[in-house]
C-alpha cells in the first residue's frame, strides 16, 4: 500500500464526531482479541465526541486527513500527566482508522505531536499503549524506548500498559523512512 496525501491541522469543534468515529473504530479493531467485548461493543461515538470536543477546545488535538478519504486519524497530547518517569509531554491518543494502517498516517500524526508539543517548550514525551497493542512495535520502530509498565483496570479487566519514551522531540531520520 501507498502513502496517502496526507495534511495535519489543528483539531475544529466540527471534527468531533468523525475523530469519535475513528478512535471507536480504532479501538474496536484493535482490541477485538484482547478486551472485553462488553466494552468494545459499548463504545458510543456521541460520548467520545464530547471528550474529544473538550480536548480540541484546549487546541490539543491533530487530524490527519486525505483528500479522497476525509478525517482518517487523531493525536492528542499536552503535558505528562505522570512526571514520574522523567518526561514533561505525553501523547495521550494517537489513532488511524484500521483502513488506513501502514500509510503514513501514524508516523505522520506522531511527528506532528512532537512538533506542536516543542512549540510548547516541552522537551520529552511519553506514550502509553496497551502491552498487546501492535502499536508497541511501531513506538519502538519510531524510536521509542521503554520506559515503565503499569496495571490499569479496562472494563472490569486487569490489563499492563507499557510507557514508550523519547528524552528529545525528535524522530531519527532513518526511523522515519521505515
Known sequence: MSDLALSLRQARPGDAAPLARVYVEAWQ????????????????????????????????VLVAEDPGHG???LAGFGAARDR??????????????????????????????FAALKSRAFQSCVIWSHAQNNACFFYETMGGIRAGQRRVLLGGQE?????????????????LTI
Do not use: C, N
Not at 84 to 98: I, N
Open 84 to 113: 514520574g518517569l522523567g518526561f514533561d509531554g505525553e501523547v495521550y491518543t494517537l489513532y488511524v482508522h484500521p483502513a488506513f494502517l501502514g500509510r503514513g498516517a501514524g508516523r505522520a500524526l506522531l511527528h506532528g505531536a
Open 29 to 60: 479493531d484493535t482490541y477485538a482479541a484482547i478486551l472485553p467485548h462488553s466494552l468494545l461493543s459499548g463504545m458510543s461515538v456521541a460520548v467520545h465526541a464530547a471528550r474529544i470536543e473538550r480536548a480540541i477546545k484546549k487546541g490539543a
Open 71 to 73: 478525517v482518517i486519524g
Open 159 to 175: 490489563v499492563g500498559e507499557v510507557a514508550f519514551g523519547w528524552k528529545q522531540l525528535a524522530l531519527s531520520r532513518r526511523k
